[in-house]
């Protein structure tokens, strides 16, 4: 990521922390999020089942995605069985050709910064922005349920700067 000119398409913003509860070598993920309340917004819970087509490689895109909304006492209960969690706030962008996000992480992945967009069609051009330093897409080391696993923070200083060789306070963003 470079700089913040991304702040100028911030639509909406949410504090969101999420755990994981299966995380399976065929690509199943079983996924609790809460929405940390905000006012006016109040808090939410999302239990999410992510899941590759059949036949497909566990790796691949697009996947299927399902999210069930949950009471916030379930949530709660639910992310405190997760061993794996991460907090982040995440930033609706009013940028052209999708539906575009930008998370914040906090914590053990602190500095790191992502942008993604969900196409309507994997085939349409797409005009990235000047500040989008480094395509990610198929980096499983960079997926919310990885970053749970091995925080940015634990990754080897050679495997943080190859991401983003950023020399400044914190050492890195993507």
Not at 83 to 96: E, M, T, V
Request: charged share 20%; with cysteine.
């Amino acid at each position: 990521m470079l700089g913040d000119a991304w702040r100028e398409h911030v639509r909406w913003c949410a504090r969101l922390r999420q755990g994981y509860l299966v995380e399976a070598g065929d690509g199943l993920i079983v996924r609790v999020r809460a929405r940390l309340p905000a006012p006016p917004e109040p808090g939410a819970a999302w239990l999410t089942l992510k899941a590759t087509p059949p036949g497909a490689p566990a790796a691949s895109l697009p996947r299927l995605e399902f999210d069930y909304p949950i009471p916030v006492s379930d949530g709660e209960a639910l992310l405190s069985l997760t061993p794996r969690q991460l907090n982040k706030w995440r930033y609706g962008l009013d940028l052209a050709g999708g539906d575009w996000v930008l998370d914040v992480f906090e914590d053990a992945n602190a500095p790191l910064v992502v942008a993604e967009v969900e196409l309507a069609d994997a085939a349409q051009p797409l005009d990235v922005p000047g500040w989008c330093v480094r395509e990610i897409t198929g980096r499983h080391e960079l997926s919310n349920a990885a970053l749970a696993s091995t925080p940015f923070q634990n990754w080897s200083r050679e495997a943080r700067e190859q991401l983003w060789p950023y020399r400044g306070p914190g050492g890195g963003g993507a």
